[in-house]
Structures are given as C-alpha cells and as structure tokens.
C-alpha cells in the first residue's frame, strides 16, 4: 500500500476520511475517542460501512474505546445496536479514569492507516493512509488502554 496523507478541517471532509479508513480494513479496527461525535460516527453512511466491515470477514473485529459510555449510548444509539446486534465483531469498552488520554480522537485500521483528531472538540485531524509506523504508535497506546479497560456491568442494559 501507498502512503498518503490528507487533512480536513470540516465535517464533511472528517466523515469522508473515515469512511476511506473504515473500507480501507478488512481485519480489525480500533477507535479511541475522548468524545465520539455522533455527527461523526453515528451517520447512516458511518455505520452503514461499519457494518459491512464487520459483516465482511470472520475474523474482522471492531473495538471502541470511550471515556463515558453512558454519553456515548445517548449520542450514538445506532453504533450501539450495531454492537449488540454484531456482539460477535463489535466491542465497546470504557477506559478508566486514570488512563485516559487527551482530548484526542483516532481509528486505527488493520495497524496500517491512522485517522487522527488531536482535539475533539474541533474536526480538524489528518488520515494516515498506509502509514504503519503512525499506526502502530497508536495501536499500541490503544492496546495499552485496552488491556486496562472493562465493559460496563449496566452497558449491556443501556437503551438504544
């Protein structure tokens, strides 16, 4: 794969950026987000592809990271059906307060391309596209607060 870089720094360059890292896996995807922006993530179009990734393969897993599940089942009721409908693809878990990282936002496809948000409160981020040295830094910080992290005891009641 080639390398390939691209900024956006509006909303519909973002969700056009992640769509392009979401079809561009075919094993697993990790998303870290302080703030999932539903606007983001919670689109037709996002979940839509985030369904065909996981529908796509056997082996193909979805992990997210949130800070506050509770706000995360309120703001992206869709990504959490589909995690209970594709329990099998599709992980969610919160991170615990003593790890937790900056206000950042990144999705890490197959350890190969990088979509990053430094700030969520701002859509303005780069897409890292084949940049394995970029994504490995970020799956293993991923890993690292994966290991530590837990779903919910009351997430699977949580309403969607």
Not at 33 to 62: G, I, K, M, Q, W
Not at 91 to 107: A, G, K, M, Q, T
Not at 111 to 131: A, K, N, T
Request: proline share 4%; charged share 25%; hydrophobic share 40%.
């Amino acid at each position: 794969m080639v390398e390939a870089d691209y900024s956006f720094s509006d909303l519909p360059k973002a969700q056009d950026t992640v769509l392009k890292a979401i079809a561009g896996a075919s094993r697993n995807i990790q998303l870290y987000a302080s703030l999932v922006d539903p606007a983001l993530f919670n689109s037709e179009a996002t979940v839509a592809a985030l369904s065909h990734f996981a529908r796509n393969s056997r082996v193909a897993s979805l992990r997210i990271l949130v800070e506050d599940h509770k706000l995360f089942a309120i703001r992206n009721p869709f990504v959490l059906a589909l995690a209970h409908r594709l329990s099998g693809h599709i992980e969610i878990r919160s991170v615990p307060f003593e790890i937790r990282n900056s206000n950042d936002c990144y999705l890490v496809s197959d350890q190969r391309s990088l979509w990053y948000i430094p700030d969520c409160d701002v859509v303005s981020g780069s897409y890292h596209e084949g940049d394995r040295v970029k994504a490995q830094k970020y799956f293993e910080l991923f890993q690292y607060c994966w290991e530590r992290s837990k779903q919910p005891e009351d997430f699977r009641r949580l309403a969607f």
